[in-house]
């Protein structure tokens, strides 16, 4: 009976875990299935293992190919992380380690703007993009993800680099060592893990978006999400390409996930747990 | 919006006259910040004037050129339409619903995960996942993969128990929506919980339990009080992603069957019945709704901040 007690909340935990698992594992199968097996009821859990849903994803045999999309969301994601780094590191910097006066206030000003939805300048954007010719184009959207992001990567930047002892650079400095080499020497050893977890984070987020890219994409800079939407009426028996396209186009994120996982509660609850 | 509040304030920081040198100083402080700040006004703020301006207007794209100025107008008919009003209560049901089911969930796997057992950091990635699914592939998943009446998971698992074999989204379509979301939104509950549980005073606990306290009043006097404040993040947190959801709705159930939110209703109003004018005036709603929300958010925030500024 103590050993069932002791052992309980332990068991417990695997079954949450296999249950909040299951529908992953399940669309991994699923992928990995015929679309005849993909579509029986009761489900075939056996049924022989092919890579067809995989080839017709990836239009092997004609049909509309994924590649394009791939590629926008890489550089709309690659881009507008590595902007937002280079605008977030310096104003981190200005808020942490050589505070501005009222900076509690300025860093509540780039958190104010995060929860301004973004419906509520969506219409203006499509607009203005509508008249100056860059409807359809990728660094609109680069551009977009960059400011969606900025306010997050500063607050959780900003949080990382108050780790740094404000002691250590003083004595540095004391030590006649100059800005830059402190930067890389002190600074940058202690605070990479969380700078790194902050880009993955809006890796993620950038590769994640939908509403900005389905407004203001088309043909040519359509990115994975807005590629997903396509499969949103059925077509027939399709099931096993269904899944086969939304597990690699969710392979970035959840590998980007877990390589973050350490830092990933901090990140997201901007720096205000640890 | 709450720039408006707090911009000032910073935007004219009053200096010392203490010669020009001071002066220097204080703009090369403030110097690595202005790029974001610039940066962030300019993409964020000034489309949202643009749509303040607009939602004054009749103007439907169609017709450019009966464009004219209506005041209130727009207003008066998001908020009498009985379309768009559903959506602004659909939007408060949405919001709720999912933060409060996720919360309670991912208190509860919080708590489990809080105890060492074999193979706890496994599941806690097994658990970690849902969140870690692109939100179009998790909801195109829930929609035909799970919820098929067919063929979907849910109605093949039942078959097995000689089950009814219901059609999920159309006989619970707003359900439907909110369970897709609640298994994405649990793991972030449970991730800034666990760091709540994982930051107790364990001597104090180990206190309470030599004098005597039962595992229940350790919970209820000692881990719910301390746990308040990152159940409230949690839920603001949530609160602000989840009242902007657009992809759940839109790939879900598309809107139909009384499951559109604002930000849907935005998008369709303008994107495709091209009513600019309305579109923005739901818009500027959907704004107010969340500053509401935003108050108490960075309330929590600077509550959680102040407290680790004073300890460091």
Known sequence: MNAVRRNAPGLLAWFAGIVFFLPIAWMALTSFHSESDAATNPPSFAAALTLDGYREFFGVDGGASPWPALINSTVASLVSTLLVLLLALPAAYALSIRPVRKWTDVLFFFLSTKMLPVVAGL????????????????????????????????????????????????????????????????????????????????????????????????????????????????????????????????????AAGFAAQDKLVQGLSLGAVK | MTATTTAPRTATPVRARSGSGERLRAWATRAPLLPALVFLIIVTQLPFVATLVISFFDWNSLYPDARSFAGLANYGEVLTDPDLR?????????????????????????????????????????????????????????????????????????????????????????????????????????????????????????????????????????????????LELGALLGSIYIVQNFDAVFTITSGGLGTANLPYTVYQTFYQAHENGLASAAGVLVVIGSIIIATFALRVVSSLFREEAGRS
């Open chain 1, 123 to 254: 219409l203006p954007i499509y607009l203005f993009a509508k008249n100056a010719g860059l409807l359809d184009n990728i660094w609109l959207l680069v551009v977009l993800h960059t400011s969606m992001n900025l306010p997050i990567a500063v607050w959780m930047m900003r949080s990382f680099l108050a780790e740094v002892p404000v002691a250590v650079i003083e004595a540095a400095q004391l030590d006649g060592a100059r800005l830059p080499t402190v930067l890389r020497r002190v600074v940058a050893p202690i605070a990479a893990p969380g700078i790194a977890a902050t880009a993955l984070i809006c890796f993620i987020f950038s590769w994640n978006e939908l509403l900005f890219a389905r407004v203001l994409t088309g043909v040519v800079a359509e990115t994975a999400p807005v590629f997903l939407t396509g499969f949103i009426t059925s077509q027939g028996l399709f099931l096993a390409k269904v899944c086969a396209a939304s597990l690699v186009i969710s392979l970035p994120v959840l």
């Open chain 2, 86 to 230: 559903r959506s602004v209560w659909t939007t408060v049901l949405l919001t709720v619903a999912v933060v409060l089911a996720s919360l309670v969930l991912g208190l509860l796997l919080a708590l489990l995960l809080d105890r060492r057992f074999p193979g706890r950091g496994l599941v806690r990635t097994l658990l970690i996942a849902p969140f870690l699914v692109v939100p179009v592939a998790a909801a195109l998943l829930w929609k035909h993969v799970l919820y098929n009446p067919e063929y979907g998971l849910f109605n093949g698992l039942l078959h097995y128990v000689g089950g009814p074999q219901p059609d999920w989204i159309s006989a619970t379509p707003l359900l439907a929506v909110e369970a897709s979301l609640v298994w994405q939104w649990t793991p972030f509950m449970m991730l800034i919980l666990l760091a709540g549980l994982q930051s107790r005073d364990h001597q104090q606990i180990e206190a309470a339990r030599v004098d005597g306290a039962s595992d229940w009043q350790i919970f209820r006097h000692l881990t719910l009080p301390h746990l308040r404040r990152y």
